[in-house]
């Protein structure tokens, strides 16, 4: 009997499939897990809420760290993912950088503790907020210019300033349940606009 027969490959690509689809469940519930009980939550309550063993987690991420750092990856790749096809949707420019601009909030509104979790590790937590700048950056300004190619806003906002703005809104949101950023955004995406025709 002749091995590595193309009636063996399908098995090996299922099983791929199904590691592939384990590991996207771990990240999907430990995002949600860290944003309700921290980054600190025990590995178990992560791994029920994926529907997986603890030993699959393991396998996947052998460290608390790696698995953070996976996480936070993961947001960020879906936040510049979003970008475009907002973009492709959305009725206007300007709708698609508001309602990306939004979608930012939300990830570091819930990502509070992700950061944190790796702030021992400096060269860690340094290549993630280089990540964090290589994939949003260009989408935002992406958005921007189309926005101002459209009319809908003024030229010369820049992706870091506007981003960075955004960030320090954000600051100090969990700690000060009166204080709700997503108004002064608005009136920041607003400002963008210009002065409104009297």
């Known amino acids: 009997m002749v091995t590595g027969s193309p009636a063996e490959e ?14 996207q469940a771990v990240l999907t519930a ?17 791994a029920a ?9 393991y396998r996947h991420f052998p460290t608390r760290a790696d698995l953070v750092t996976a996480v936070y990856r993961h947001q960020i790749e879906a936040c510049a993912e979003a970008g475009p096809t907002l973009l492709a949707a959305a009725d206007s420019p300007f709708d698609a ?10 990830f570091l509104v ?5 950061a944190d979790a790796l702030q021992s590790d400096s ?3 340094a290549a993630l907020h280089t990540y964090f700048l290589d994939r949003l950056l260009p989408v935002c300004a992406h958005l921007l210019d189309a926005a ?6 003024s030229p010369g906002t820049q992706p870091y300033e506007l981003l960075r703005g955004i960030g320090n809104l954000c600051v100090g949101r ?9 108004r002064l955004i608005a009136l920041l995406l607003q400002g963008l606009q210009g002065p409104r025709p009297t």
């Open 10 to 23: 399908p098995p090996s690509r299922g099983k791929r499939a199904d590691a592939q689809r384990n590991r």
């Open 30 to 46: 430990a995002a949600e897990v860290f944003v309700s009980s921290g980054v600190d939550a025990p590995i178990r309550q992560i």
């Open 49 to 57: 809420r994926a529907g997986v063993g603890m030993a699959t987690i």
């Open 97 to 106: 950088l508001c309602r990306w601009i939004d979608l930012f909030v939300d």
């Open 110 to 114: 819930t990502k509070h503790g992700l």
């Open 123 to 125: 060269d860690r937590f």
């Open 148 to 153: 101002a190619e459209s009319g809908e806003i």
């Open 174 to 182: 969990e700690n000060d349940p009166r204080y709700d950023p997503r």
